[in-house]
């Protein structure tokens, strides 16, 4: 009894300052929620009111997202094979140069999509500083369907890099030694020791990037056109189909929503075990 009583006496009652603060922070969380959970909500009650389902089947939006599909695809299989080596050396090795090359990787999460696709086009277009130097050898970029994952890989490239060099700091060096010592060399250990331990980052990463590569929409359109079936991606088609079918941009929209819904999740459950590890 004793010990309750002093339980309640320890827990001071909120003062009128603080009770006003607790409401101005739980009234900003609503608002906040609510400004997102509207739009979000119009979405789907207009798919469900207009029976727009059937326009997700349509041809434009089934090529769309067959060509996303294909695009994101190859973009992550780029990502994880040039991104985590990058990833690895500018988390683990301090080298002349490092800051400003991390400045640099980094820079495609603040650019505009337009001005990246600006950037990527003046690079490698028709006219461009390395694309006229390979248009000379018959090899054209700009408006096809490898530069609709040349642009996805510029601005998605940051979100996988940043995870994975955060995966490979929390490892734990003293276990990538100890396989050393075990007779491992270091490939070996950096493939059965370093790998495994940083993977729910990794994948998180990789999951991150394959999410905004998806949802790329102003670069691709400046670099690759917006062409049925060969750049068309289902950002475009969502701003194509608006134009012309009102229910096919909202029904696309949702498919999109579904993914966007599913990659936080997942991201969240993957960041979570990565925390619990390296707890």
């Known amino acids: ?16 300052r603080e009770w006003l603060a607790s409401g101005l922070m739980v009234g900003a969380l609503g608002l906040l929620a609510g400004f997102v959970a509207v739009p979000i909500l119009s979405l789907v009650l207009w798919t469900v009111r207009e029976d727009s389902w059937h326009a997700m089947a349509s041809p434009v939006a089934l090529e769309a997202l067959v060509l996303s599909v294909k695009t994101t695809s190859a973009t992550m299989v780029l990502l994880v094979l040039v991104g985590t080596p990058a990833a690895y050396l500018l988390a683990r090795k301090d080298f002349p140069g ?3 090359l991390n400045t640099l990787v980094e820079l495609p999460v ?6 990246a696709g600006i950037a990527l086009l003046l690079a490698f277009g028709r006219s461009g500083l390395l694309g006229e130097r390979l248009y000379a050898f018959g090899i054209e970029l700009s408006f096809t369907t490898v530069a609709v994952v040349m642009a996805e890989v510029f601005v998605a490239a940051p979100f996988y890099v940043r995870q994975a060099a955060t995966g490979f700091l929390s490892v734990d060096r ?3 030694e100890a396989a050393l010592v075990d007779g491992a060399d270091r490939v070996r250990a950096f493939f059965s020791v ?5 993977f729910p980052a990794l994948v998180a990463g990789a999951i991150t990037a394959w999410a905004r590569a998806l949802g790329e929409f102003g670069a691709t359109i400046i670099f690759a056109g917006n062409f049925r079936g ?6 475009l088609a969502i701003y194509s189909e608006f134009q012309r079918n009102i229910d096919a941009a909202v029904a696309l929209s949702v498919l999109v929503l579904g993914f966007a ?3 936080i999740l997942a991201v969240r459950h993957l960041t979570r075990r990565a925390t619990e590890q390296r707890g």
Do not use: C, N, W, Y
């Not at 603040?110 to 001005?115: D, M």
């Not at 370093?194 to 940083?198: F, M, Q, R």
């Open 1 to 16: 009894m004793r010990s309750g009583k002093h339980d309640r006496r320890s827990a001071p009652a909120l003062s009128g």
């Open 98 to 100: 490092a800051r400003a």
């Open 110 to 115: 603040v650019l505009p999509p337009s001005a």
């Open 174 to 176: 003293s276990i990538e």
């Open 194 to 198: 370093t790998v495994p331990l940083a």
């Open 230 to 235: 060969i750049t068309q991606t289902i950002p």
């Open 261 to 263: 819904f599913t990659v």
